[in-house]
């Protein structure tokens, strides 16, 4: 059972809030209050449309620190080895 407050912080979009919250309430260890969680989860069509944009953002964000960290290592490259 998630508790309510575990319910707002899924609308919220704070995943490893919830699963505290649930492992406190309920006394469960952390894979059962995960495992409730995502049950949680997969039961409503909003918070799972939440998560899979949050999903999205992270992935764009973490091909968009790769491009900085290529950018940055060829100018370092260009500026060490072919002056």
Do not use: N, W
């Not at 995943?15 to 997969?42: F, N, S, W």
């Amino acid at each position: 059972m998630i508790p309510p407050d575990a319910i707002v912080a899924l609308q919220r979009g704070d995943k490893i809030e919830a699963i505290k919250l649930t492992r406190a309430h309920a006394g469960l260890g952390l894979k059962e209050a995960k495992d409730e969680v995502d049950a949680y989860i997969a039961s409503q069509p909003q918070l799972q449309e939440t998560f899979a944009a949050q999903q999205t953002s992270r992935r764009g964000g973490c091909l968009t620190t790769l491009a900085v960290f290529v950018l940055v290592g060829l100018i370092v490259y260009y500026v060490l080895v072919l002056r």
